[in-house]
């Protein structure tokens, strides 16, 4: 089982930058892919971007590709979420997914906020 905490979310204006942290409980963070989720009021929660526990292959929804960049650091049992280009339409509640590739048990974060200011 793996406790995630998000952290590094807040107010920023259009066209800044936040970066976002998952902290991961445990000691193989690498055999876990993250993922990054967000849920604007209103609306279903939809996935942001991912990467595999190896860190090697990364993938974007669409609409955030080109100005955010996930990342990992296993030694620290940490992922990031590098958000520059910040627009209104991306505030929302953000959380750290961690699927464990062994057995595909999920496990979330409680969720931090990001507000864009226009």
């Known amino acids: 089982q793996v406790q995630l905490v998000e952290s590094g979310g807040g107010l920023v204006q259009a066209g800044g930058s936040l970066r976002l942290s998952c902290a991961a409980s445990?000691?193989?963070?690498?055999?876990?892919?993250m993922d990054w989720y967000r849920q604007a009021p209103g609306k279903e929660r939809e996935f942001v971007a991912g990467?595999?526990?190896?860190?090697?292959?990364?993938y974007y929804a669409g609409s955030v590709k080109g100005r955010f960049t996930i990342s990992r650091d296993n030694a620290k049992n940490t992922g990031y979420l590098q958000m520059n280009s910040l627009k209104p339409e991306d505030t929302a509640i953000y959380y750290c997914?961690?699927?464990?590739?062994?057995?595909?048990?999920?496990?979330w974060g409680q969720g931090t906020q990001v507000t864009v200011s226009s």
């Open positions: 990467i595999r526990g190896s860190g090697g292959s990364k």
């Open positions: 997914n961690a699927e464990y590739r062994l057995t595909g048990l999920e496990y």
């Open positions: 445990g000691r193989t963070f690498e055999n876990y892919d």
